[in-house]
């Protein structure tokens, strides 16, 4: 009866605006009333633990706004080998001070086309050798019981060319063609390949594919396996959205919405960030308000930063609760190999002056590749045009350039633009792989320094820090997914990589790189959850400390002034500066001077002193 009542009470609160919003798209009563329908029944099925987690949360709107949210993203197989090995993990999880986890995409997916699981086949089914829906339930109980949120991807741009629909579509069911893009006559797909750029031009090239047996081109974004849904079709768009629900009644906090720059097409245009598409996000999001209040989307938007802010939506008619920070991460990759931080500071100042309600996933990996997506115009200005950059910064990485450690892979190397995206883990980049291969002792110092500090500067961001699973322990590239006939094209496998649990535990060895890695960032992790001068509401600006090898931030409230200086260089360097008090070096914790300070080559100094 109660829930009943809230859920009549919540929906009350948003169905105007998204009957409105509903019938400015799809101008279809009935199915709004159906849609209706069926929140109403989500709603009245979410389990009694999750609704009592949804009212704790709405009297708490900023519960996941803290400076102690720490995410780490992870493939069920390769940590864990499945959903129930996971649980049995969480302690290690909680020992990395996480209490977030991404689970990579686990629905079933066809092996060898399944786009690391981006290419779902059932939304309702758990790819059999990971486990099941009962077994995904139980972890997510286990997480909340640690105080540990569940993070699942919604792909919801396509699905695979195996799911149900796909396969109606493909024996010429009209119904089912319809909630795809389908062209007998090439005029049309040639048309949208005019304007549409391709996002794998080389392992997938083109937007369409043709299917042979059916004399049909179908849309196919991403791989041609990957058939992009039709959200013109109202059908689409509420069948997805029961999945949306079905999927957070598992028990997620956070659902990811992958892709979602992509949804709506439009011929003559790119294809990207359509008006439309704000219009399904804040639709999903009121949905979500409505069924599950405790729940967050994570809207994935690889887009430069103009781009990426709006789908925040306003204040008053929110979208997504969070975004990825991609820029900086991809500028921060940048500066570790220009040695020069002024896009990185500018890049920060952007961000430092949006909304404070505005809230980023920082990252440093993931489990895609860096597509250096920067800031050309001002790059230009200061000699480095975007194709010489972009192959210096691909030189640079793969340790082609001379003084480069980094090792790694370039991705989808495109002949045509000779533009190429780049694939490799935190450590491999950092120089640790090159530094164990040489057995350099000096080298693999300089390598975990540089890590820990572009780690300290991860964490000194505002919003959720997110850490890639293996970082902590300096996992390197992985070069076996070349003997896997599945994997051997698609080089963002290099970053994909088991767990090395054997190499894990020597993280409780002293003087390992393991141990040095993972307790720093410990330390670190600690260090931010502690005080509150990380907290998203803190002022927060770059500090000019007059060298360019140098980023300087400062962060502030009422208790506590915080200085952080990152040396992006690989010499020593001064940061010219005077700032009087008494500061402690909270990573030594021993005073220091704020006044012109040394740092070595990719050192780090995180000050502060108390304002009581
Ligand atoms: C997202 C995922 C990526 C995937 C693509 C297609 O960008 O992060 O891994 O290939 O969507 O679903």
Redesign the pocket.
């Known amino acids: 009866m109660k829930t009943e009542s809230m859920f009549q009470e919540r929906l009350k609160r948003h169905h105007d605006e998204l009957r409105w919003l509903y019938m400015e798209l799809y101008n279809n009563s009935d199915m709004f009333a159906e849609l209706c329908q069926q929140l109403h029944d989500y709603a009245l099925k979410r389990d009694p633990e999750l609704i009592s987690l949804d009212e704790e949360r709405e009297q708490n709107p900023g519960w996941f706004r803290g400076n102690d949210m720490l995410g780490m993203m992870l493939y069920i197989d390769n940590f864990a080998g499945n959903l129930a090995g996971v649980k049995e993990k969480l302690a290690y999880l909680s020992s990395c001070n996480v209490n977030c986890i991404h689970l990579m995409?686990f629905l079933e997916s066809p092996k060898g086309r399944s786009?690391?699981g981006?290419?779902v086949a059932d939304f309702r089914k758990v790819q059999p050798e990971l486990g099941t829906m009962e077994e995904l339930f139980a972890l997510s109980q286990a997480c909340h019981k640690r105080k540990i949120n569940l993070c699942m991807?919604f792909?919801m741009?396509?699905t695979s060319e195996d799911h149900p629909w796909a396969k109606k579509a493909r024996e010429g069911d009209g119904e089912y063609m319809s909630r795809y893009f389908f062209y007998d006559d090439p005029s049309i797909p040639e048309q949208y390949d005019r304007t549409v750029p391709q996002?794998?031009p080389t392992t997938a090239p083109g937007n369409f594919t043709y299917l042979e047996e059916m004399g049909y081109y179908v849309m196919t974004t991403?791989?041609p396996y990957?058939w992009d849904l039709n959200y013109r079709n109202p059908r689409v768009f509420n069948e997805m959205m029961y999945n949306f629900l079905y999927l957070a009644n598992q028990g997620m906090d956070i659902i990811r919405i992958?892709?979602v720059p992509y949804i709506w097409k439009e011929l003559g245009t790119d294809c990207r960030n359509r008006k439309q598409v704000h219009t399904i996000v804040r639709m999903m999001r009121m949905i979500c308000e409505i069924v599950c209040p405790g729940v967050l989307l994570l809207g994935?938007v690889?887009m430069e930063p103009a781009k990426v802010a709006p789908y925040f939506g306003t204040v008053e008619k929110p979208e997504c609760h969070m975004l990825y920070n991609v820029t900086t991460m991809a500028t921060t990759w940048h500066t570790v190999a220009s040695r020069d931080v002024r896009l990185l500071k500018k890049q920060m100042d952007i961000v430092n002056g949006l909304p404070k309600e505005y809230l980023f996933l920082n990252y440093l990996r993931?489990?895609?590749d860096i597509g250096w997506g920067l800031d050309y115009g001002t790059l230009s200005g200061w000699g480095m045009g975007e194709v010489e950059h972009k192959r210096f910064l691909n030189q640079y990485f793969t340790g082609r350039y001379a003084g480069s450690v980094s090792r790694g892979e370039l991705y989808n190397d495109d002949p045509v633009t000779q533009d190429a995206r780049f694939c490799g883990t935190t450590a491999s980049m950092c120089g640790l792989e090159s530094a164990l291969y040489e057995r350099d002792v000096e080298k693999l110092i300089a390598a975990i320094t540089l890590d820990l500090m572009l780690h300290a500067y991860m964490l000194t961001q505002s919003g959720i820090p997110m850490l890639y699973s293996g970082d902590e322990i300096g996992q390197l590239n992985d070069y076996t997914y070349k003997e896997n006939e599945n994997k051997r094209q698609d080089s963002?496998y290099i970053h994909r990589g088991e767990f090395p649990w054997d190499l894990a535990e020597k993280r409780n060895k002293k003087g390992t790189h393991q141990a040095l890695i993972f307790h720093g960032l410990s330390r670190l992790e600690k260090i931010r959850r502690e005080r509150s001068v990380f907290r998203s509401d803190a002022a927060i600006y770059t500090y000019d400390v007059k060298d360019q090898g140098l980023l300087a931030i400062l962060r502030e409230n009422e208790e506590e002034r915080f200085i952080a200086i990152f040396n992006f260089s690989d010499q020593e360097r001064t940061a010219w500066m005077e700032e009087s008090g008494d500061w402690t070096n909270l990573w030594t914790g021993t005073p220091i001077k704020m006044v012109d300070v040394l740092l070595p080559a990719h050192d780090f100094v995180w000050a502060s002193r108390s304002k009581n």
Request: hydrophobic share 30%.
């Open positions: 995409p786009d690391g981006y290419a991807d792909v741009n396509h996002v794998f991403f791989y990957q992958d892709a994935e690889v993931c489990h895609d963002r």
